[in-house]
């Protein structure tokens, strides 16, 4: 089989260059599987007979991302090509195809074990391409216990890799999962982090989560989740125990990170606050308030920024705000609390709670508080304490000193506003915080 499309000019020359040299050349990996199944490859990686200093004698511009394993990165029309040396290369009079299937041998997984001469002539001694078109995950030679000993972290990976692509784990990945998931232990979190970032931003996030519980990986990803498997609910409003509802919810959300890390953690709390009345009926009070605290806790471990981690939090804490009986006042409170910015991704969460919950689905609940707060934001009332006709610098003038007081002050006079939107006028509010300060202009509030 050939390739005879997909491959950049910028790549050619480099591969040109190299075999103007003396030394053969391959694309390999990803991009090879990617040309395969119409995808754009996202970058692509060379082997070579050559090593890294006869590499770097042939290109000018040459970046030593890891020349103690024989790979570089080469500069070319301002992109970038990464080159390693062949791993089977001894010499470059070696026998070509046998090094390189060496190389191809260690490789993670079939899909990714193939390569593409300078012709498009593609080289696949491992089945790969069968395994494309039978949608699999299996190493070269069913030697995925081997693989992953190599790099834990290629555990997670072939999970990753299914979800994205909608492919199978071959009963033999499986099998070495379950037989040394415990090695996951000993990996980064920030590169766990990122293979779990690739399998809920997939189109089967669900089944990428419930996969790591049912493989015994999730104990080394987010244990905070385990308590919710099996946990059943005993409430007729749920249809599910906690853990499948939370998947349910899961895969009804856009793909996007803080949005689908918020569905997969706003029940964690459930566990750990139920409990059962004199009826048999199941209940969580202030379950938010938990799954919020175990929320910040698994994301900080896994290294996720603050931004994330505060917005995610933010979701699950507020996911229960149905607004039974909505008030202006509650919706403007709402909004000040959860930003305007987040406000749709809060009511998406909502939608999406509901719809995987017993029906009815009373989605109503959302849509009047969203079209509520929709005429709130299009009013611009006050929401915030920024939004105030005053400010610090305001209070100052009056006798205010910078610091705690100052504030609490600005704060009270936000309560009032979001009580009273037509109180937001200078004349109104520096005469009630001058009322606030004691005889000596300390501030009293």
């Not at 390999?28 to 395969?36: A, E, F, K, Q, Y």
């Not at 611009?380 to 100052?406: F, H, Q, R, S």
């Not at 009270?412 to 520096?430: D, F, G, H």
Request: charged share 25%.
């Amino acid at each position: 089989m050939k390739i005879s499309q997909g491959i950049p000019v910028y790549v050619e020359q480099v591969m040109d260059e190299l075999l103007s040299c003396g030394f053969p050349v391959s694309i390999v990996g990803g991009s090879v599987r990617d040309l395969l199944m119409g995808r754009c490859p996202e970058d692509f990686d060379l082997v070579t007979s050559a090593v890294p200093s006869q590499i770097s004698q042939i290109f000018p511009r040459v970046v030593p991302v890891g020349e103690k394993h024989g790979t570089l990165v080469i500069l070319i029309d301002n992109e970038k090509v990464e080159i390693s040396r062949c791993r089977g290369a001894s010499s470059p009079g070696d026998d070509w195809p046998g090094m390189l299937a060496e190389d191809l041998r260690h490789r993670d997984f079939t899909i990714n074990a193939m390569a593409v001469d300078r012709s498009g002539l593609l080289y696949d001694p491992f089945g790969g391409c069968n395994d494309i078109a039978g949608r699999i995950i299996r190493s070269p030679q069913d030697t995925a216990l081997e693989r992953f000993n190599e790099d834990p972290l290629r555990m997670l990976r072939a999970l990753r890799f299914a979800a994205v692509l909608d492919f199978e784990l071959d009963q033999s990945i499986v099998d070495a999962i379950n037989r040394c998931h415990s090695l996951l232990a000993g990996v980064a979190v920030e590169r766990i982090r990122e293979e779990l970032n690739g399998i809920l931003l997939s189109d089967r996030p669900d089944w990428g989560i419930r996969t790591l519980v049912d493989t015994g990986l999730m104990e080394f990803v987010i244990p905070e989740i385990l308590p919710m498997v099996g946990f059943e609910q005993h409430n007729r409003a749920h249809i599910f125990d906690v853990f499948t509802h939370s998947l349910t919810v899961l895969s009804k959300v856009p793909a996007n990170l803080e949005l689908r890390l918020a569905a997969l953690l706003h029940d964690a709390g459930k566990p750990a606050t139920f409990t059962l009345d004199e009826r048999g009926v199941g209940h969580f009070y202030q379950h938010q308030q938990e799954s919020r605290r175990l929320c910040r806790e698994a994301l900080t471990r896994l290294k996720y920024s603050n931004a994330v981690i505060d917005k995610v939090s933010l979701l699950v804490g507020e996911h229960m705000i149905w607004l039974e009986n909505p008030s202006e006042e509650k919706v403007r409170r709402l909004i000040g609390r959860v930003g305007k910015e987040l406000l749709p991704e809060l009511f998406t969460l909502q939608r999406a709670d509901i719809m995987g919950s017993a029906p009815p689905f009373e989605l109503y609940r959302v849509d009047r508080v969203q079209s509520m707060a929709e005429t709130t934001l299009s009013n611009e009332e006050a929401l915030t304490v920024e939004d105030l006709a005053v400010d610090g610098g305001d209070l100052i003038k009056i006798g205010y000193l910078p610091g705690e007081e100052l504030g609490r002050a600005l704060n009270a006079l936000l309560e009032i506003v979001l009580a009273s939107p037509q109180a937001n006028r200078k004349e109104i509010l520096l005469p009630t915080a001058a009322s606030w300060l004691k005889p000596h202009g300390e501030p009293g509030v």
